[in-house]
């Protein structure tokens, strides 16, 4: 059985950090694109960042480029999201996702595999 885990959610003052995680179980982890979504109250879910399978690839929306760092271990079978200067716009559940098929993919229906996601509230 597969499962992602999220970790690492909470409460942050605008300018703070936070570093989300991302276990992996029950499949080889290494195959698998990790993407980061994100789906704040009244709106739909949508892109943060992902990473290739060896990690050599990243890519990441425009709005968090410079600010938010993807990441991942594979020998741990983790991913990472480094969160710096959030802003009270970051705030939303995060969702880690995994996708075995593409080389790295920012579409939601591409991904499938999907943890249950961490909340991450932005204080201004």
């Known amino acids: 059985q597969v499962q992602l885990v999220e970790s690492g959610g909470g409460l942050v003052q605008a300018g703070g950090s936070l570093r989300l995680s991302c276990g992996a179980s029950g499949l080889t982890y290494s195959v698998y694109a990790m993407g980061w979504f994100r789906q704040a109250p009244g709106k739909e879910r949508e892109f943060v960042a992902c990473?290739?399978?060896?990690?050599?690839?990243?890519y990441y929306r425009d709005s968090v480029k410079g600010r938010f760092t993807i990441s991942r271990d594979n020998a741990k079978n983790t991913a990472y999201l480094q969160m710096n200067s959030v802003k009270s716009e970051d705030t939303a559940v995060y969702y880690c996702?995994?996708?075995?098929?593409?080389?790295?993919?920012?579409?939601?229906?591409?991904?499938?595999?999907w943890g249950q996601g961490t909340q991450v509230t932005v204080s201004s």
């Open positions: 990473i290739t399978r060896g990690g050599g690839g990243t």
């Open positions: 996702a995994a996708d075995s098929t593409n080389y790295y993919t920012d579409r939601e229906s591409d991904y499938e595999y």
